[in-house]
């Protein structure tokens, strides 16, 4: 039989005060956002009873593809675990907005899988400081390899970067699971090598983050390469590093790789590549005048596309 000592240091009273607080905020949150959208807004039909302000918990349900029950028991502050996929389909099924869905994580006391298009570490000195910097190619990344903001050059000089889904850009992910970001690697399997140590070097403090596990399992799954890299279990540190590109635009292109570190841990950093050689200046000058092009039409594109909508009426 478990004593209330045994009770007590099992689940501390400020742990589980807070842990109860915790799912009451999130259920009337749930609850709130729930009653504030039409069903139209989902592709549902009103109907002629309908007396819930909002959508009801059952199509709440539907839409996350969770049951009924479940769903309810959240609603009621139960004490129930919630996994990271099913906050991803509420946050999808409720339309939360970027700060919504965050206060949800942080609510369920978990960290959100998906990579972010905005982030509180991205501001606009730091977006104008990797434009300064071109035509050397440079990005913002987490410790995770997320790429959460990146000039022009650079996001020409191993793939399309702006075609690629805002949740899959990831270097992991794109060295080991991208056609065209792949052949851009002239050394592609000893950068995938080092990468794979990289990064469990990286996760070692990460370990029963769910952001982490899910980015590890997407690799091991869909990645043969991955997993034959991660089982050698083989850890490095980061370092400086000449690295070789074959672009499809301007063609083979040297730089040397630098980290400069934002925090004092191995966290968010902007990577930068120096060219090591003037032709491989010349040829990253070329290239920023490239993306600078193909920015111009994409706006042009845009501006066209718009002028039907300001002439009507």
């Not at 040397?256 to 934002?262: K, N, P, R």
């Amino acid at each position: 039989m478990t004593t209330m000592a045994q009770e007590t240091a099992a689940h501390p009273p400020e742990a589980s005060g807070d842990a109860d607080v915790r799912r009451h905020e999130l259920a009337a949150f749930l609850r709130s956002r729930r009653e504030r959208i039409a069903p139209e807004q989902v592709g549902l039909p009103r109907g002629r009873r309908r007396r819930t302000p909002g959508l009801r918990r059952e199509e709440v349900a539907q839409l996350s593809a969770v049951g009924v029950t479940w769903y309810t028991w959240l609603e009621q502050a139960r004490d129930i675990q919630v996994s990271v996929q099913v906050l991803d389909a509420l946050a999808r099924a409720l339309l939360l907005d970027p700060s919504e869905r965050a206060h949800l994580f942080r609510l369920a006391g978990a960290a959100d899988p998906t990579p972010a298009t905005t982030c509180p570490s991205v501001t606009p000195a730091m977006r104008a400081l990797l434009e300064q910097v071109e035509p050397f190619p440079a990005c913002l990344q987490n410790s995770r390899y997320d790429i959460l903001a990146h000039n022009r050059t650079y996001g020409l000089l191993l793939c399309d970067l702006d075609a690629v889904p805002p949740e899959d850009r990831n270097c992991m992910v794109l060295s080991y699971t991208h056609a065209e970001w792949q052949s851009s690697i002239v050394h592609l399997e000893e950068t995938q090598r080092l990468m794979a140590a990289r990064f469990r070097a990286a996760m070692a403090g990460h370990l029963a983050e769910p952001a982490w596990t899910m980015l590890l399992k997407r690799l091991r799954t869909e990645s043969p390469a991955f997993r034959a890299a991660w089982d050698r279990h083989e850890v490095v540190a980061h370092r400086t590093k000449r690295k070789e590109f074959l672009n499809r635009h301007v063609g083979r292109i040297t730089v040397d790789h630098a980290d400069f570190w934002l925090t004092p841990g191995t966290g968010p950093r902007i990577v930068t590549y120096v060219p090591a050689d003037q032709d491989s200046r010349e040829r990253l000058e070329r290239l920023q005048a490239i993306a600078l092009s193909r920015e111009t039409d994409r706006q042009g594109r845009g501006e066209l596309r718009a002028r039907p909508q300001l002439t009507r009426g």
